[in-house]
């Protein structure tokens, strides 16, 4: 049997995780109550629309929500989910008889759901992505959910983007991030503007947790969509910039970062570098050249780094200078980790922290149909990463960022003082 090479199997492994580290999977344990919550109400008000020019002679609106019922519990694959139905009352009998309510989604006498953990996603998905919504509600409660009216699904589809508006716009006056990683996603799913991505940026507090900071669409990954998202941040009250940004090799990012966060320092993701390297040369030659790269960014200290550097360097040149260029013209950014406490490099030598959650947005965005809209794919990438976040570990060692924020410098690693 053939062994893969490296490189094969860094290609594999954001598969291979995603379907181990579901961020998806971990939404649908934790957030079923809230969508069906949030699904009951949106139907409720779209029935209390529907009657809002039914008045009573005092001119106030006959059919009003009023209150809850009972909550109780519906079997799931995940284990129960409790349930509050909403419901209404008509104050006015009239001559048709008092309007009532009984919901589609969750049915009276209902206690298991047919297929409850498959219609989370697409609740959330197909909900959120294309107009198939009835679709997903069948596998609930069966062909009766076909009769939800459109303006019921358009109001719960709102509910995420609206939330996205108010956390795209919070202060972040008295936040300081350490650390920064960044990418653009890029989706298999057809968009409005087919040259649109989204522009992520996750980052890392003082006290080392990590933390979404913004996304925004952009036109793919140009300087100016970027610089309109570190703006942004800014002007929202982020007054010191990062230490260090981690990201691959998008042009326009590192140029943004230029003239927005002039101090921050870049460090260029050696996964991707590593990647773009190797394709450059024969086949024949790939998994030797992957071992030489990989004893450049794991030495311990940035001397013997250069040194591999370099070596690698006198290896290729000759033969295979398009992998030399593209490996020297960034030698700086490379070797930019050595600067800071080595309980950090592994989370700052490579995107690897953030690669695992964009893979599975792509992977669900990925099997879904249609054009998605602007205002879809923003709520959509925004929810699904935030759901990620549940299970983003703190970075090794926090106290360090203390040290780093004080000022104290770091050779190789270590806390090094300069005997002057």
Known sequence: MKRSTPVEREKQEPVIRDIIHDPLTDLIRQGARRIVFEALNAEIEDIVGMYRDRRMPDGSPSVVRNGYLPEREIMTGMGPIAVTVPRIRDRDRGKDGRITFSSSIVPPYVRKARDFESVIPWLYLRGVSTGNFQEALAALVGPQAAGLSPSTISRLKNVWYEEYKKWSSRSLAGKRYIYVWADGIYFGARMEDEKSCMLVLIGVTEDGRKELMGIMDGYRESSDSWSELLRDIKERGLEDDPMLAVGDGALGFWKALKNVWPTTKAQRCWKHKSLNVVDKLPKSEREKAYDMLQEIWMASEKKEAQKAFDKFLRTYRAKHPKATECLEKDRDALLAFYDFPA???????????????????????????????????????????????????SINSPQRLKELIEGKKFRDGELYEDAA
Request: proline share 2%; glycine share 4%.
């Open 343 to 393: 309980e950090h490099w592994q989370s700052i030598r490579t995107t690897n922290p953030i690669e695992s959650t964009f893979s599975s947005v792509r992977l669900r965005t990925n099997t879904t149909r249609g054009c998605l809209s602007r205002n879809n794919i923003l709520a959509m990438t925004y929810k699904l990463i935030l759901s990620a976040g549940k299970r983003w570990r």
